[in-house]
């Protein structure tokens, strides 16, 4: 299977009409994209896994045709996701990978349905609010200013070694903000302001097999956060070589290492 002969499908769910990727045939994984990210920006990520004996879905879930209400902030999201991963492998418990925000979504998910979710992977994921700001003191990622969450993206953008990458993700930034800006700016609020370490504790005292992973070129979420979501949530890590956009600029990296985590 290529890239290119990769076709998106959809459902209706919840008022919504869905447009996934369904690659690959083998144990369940259910990827959630970062913020304002497509499903197809993962393709070749999601192909290699696929390759190693996995079925690999990923929905769109900001953009497109969405209409999931965002009132309820990110339990909006992650319960939307959890029905929609309850549906497409037919009520049988599933592997979350999320990237980004759809880490924070991830982990929501994790908690609130543990019976859906058999093993988690968090990468550069929004959670745990540690923070240590441009005067060196200690804070929380709530206070961040949205400028300096954008400054960062521009910022990771540039030192993307993988530069073919580099136009999908902005058009699909720009469009999503020409389409809805107020939408997108929910969105981001919501990934600045959560705090997930109650749900992190409950992951922990249930002993889910999680495996956090941060790259040390990332700006976007700090090393500190990702520190305080490894101890909060129990979790395997591993630090490597990249920018926040590991998750699909290194397919190759990505499916072995991921691949040997679910096959444990």
Not at 128 to 140: A, E, F, Q, V, Y
Not at 170 to 178: K, L, Q
Not at 256 to 262: C, N, P, T
């Amino acid at each position: 299977m290529t890239r290119q002969s990769v076709k998106s499908q959809s459902i209706f769910l919840d008022g919504s009409k869905v447009s996934f990727l369904d690659v690959g045939t083998g144990g369940n994984v259910l990827m959630v994209p970062g913020w304002s990210l497509s499903p197809r920006i993962y393709c070749d990520s999601v192909l290699e896994l696929a390759r190693q004996g996995y079925r690999v879905v990923v929905p769109e879930i900001y953009g497109g045709s969405s209409k999931i209400n965002l009132d309820n902030g990110l339990s909006s999201l992650s319960n939307f996701v959890a029905r929609f991963g309850e549906f497409v492998f037919g009520g049988e418990t599933f592997s979350l990978i999320g990237h980004s925000l759809g880490g924070g979504i991830s982990t929501s998910l994790a908690a609130n349905h543990p019976l859906l979710v058999s093993r988690l992977v968090l990468i550069s994921s929004v959670g745990h609010p540690d923070w240590i700001d441009r005067k060196g003191l200690s804070s929380t990622l709530g206070n961040r200013s949205i400028n300096d969450w954008a400054g960062a993206f521009l910022v990771d953008l540039r030192r993307t070694k993988e530069r073919s990458y580099l136009p999908q993700v902005i058009v699909e930034a720009v469009g999503e903000f020409a389409k809805n800006p107020a939408r997108v700016v929910k969105c981001a609020l919501i990934a600045k302001a959560v705090d997930l370490r109650a749900e992190m504790a409950q992951i922990k005292s249930r002993q889910l097999p999680v495996l956090c992973i941060w790259t040390k070129d990332d700006v976007v979420i700090p090393r500190e956060s990702f520190l305080g979501l490894v101890d909060a949530i129990g979790a395997s890590s591993v630090e490597l070589d990249g920018t926040h956009s590991w998750a699909f600029e290194a397919p190759m990296q990505f499916s072995g290492l991921i691949s040997g985590f679910l096959a444990d």
